[in-house]
T-cell receptor, first 117, second 114 residues
């Protein structure tokens, strides 16, 4: 079955540390890739997305992600985290099928990020 | 003010009772979705609907039912057949941008069944 793996369940960093959250998927074809963030008590929000083109995508709040097709990866990065980045981060993938239809979004299990002030 | 609303935010029910969770959107999105979120499990798709009067089972549809009589509304009923109904339920809708779909999420309903 198709799956999305997020390697870290809980990451704890100090402010100003660099962040990289791993995401790997198992689809063999063309995919759309997403990172969502869920701040405590808030909606799940779209952080960034990759559809096609430049594999390095930039999102809100200084986040970026790089799509490496050969590694089936879409890791999320931020050079310097802030306390306000404390949240749960979800990677999600869906496949782009022939004819333009898309498969359902498959989510990873999430990574909790705690940033110590 | 466009968005997705889910009500109520917290819901408590006794075991054996059916309960319906509301989801309304005024974004004019065609597709709507229901997910269940459990700690450490990510989001799992329960049902989805791409058009009015049509819906499809997701990965964990057993014990749930939905309807899609209006474009704006996609209520989810958690039936007494659902073995482990206590969870956080998220509704989403999607829009097509640049040929691809993006999903937007509501605030969620936390259901507790005792």
């Amino acid at each position: 079955a198709q799956s999305v793996s997020q390697h870290n369940h809980h990451v704890i960093l100090s402010e100003a540390a660099s962040l990289e959250l791993g995401c790997n998927y198992s689809y063999g074809g063309t995919v759309n890739l997403f990172w969502y963030v869920q701040y405590p008590g808030q909606h799940l929000q779209l952080l960034l997305k990759y559809f096609s083109g430049d594999p390095l995508v930039k999102g809100i709040k200084g986040f970026e992600a790089e799509f490496i097709k050969s590694k089936f990866s879409f890791n999320l990065r931020k050079p310097s985290v802030q306390w306000s980045d404390t949240a749960e981060y979800f990677c999600a993938v869906n496949e782009l099928r022939r004819g333009g239809s898309q498969g359902n979004l498959i989510f990873g299990k999430g990574t909790k990020l705690s940033v110590k002030p | 003010d466009g968005g997705i609303t889910q009500s109520p935010k917290y819901l408590f029910r006794k075991e054996g009772q059916n309960v319906t969770l509301s989801c309304e959107q005024n974004l004019n999105h065609d597709a709507m979705y229901w997910y269940r979120q459990d700690p450490g499990q990510g989001l799992r798709l329960i049902y989805y609907s791409q058009i009015v009067n049509d819906f499809q089972k997701g990965d964990i549809a057993e014990g749930y039912s939905v309807s899609r009589e209006k474009k704006e509304s996609f209520p989810l009923t958690v039936t007494s057949a659902q073995k482990n109904p206590t969870a956080f339920y998220l509704c989403a809708s999607s829009v097509r941008r640049g040929g691809r779909y993006e999903q937007y999420f509501g605030p969620g309903t936390r259901l507790t069944v005792t």
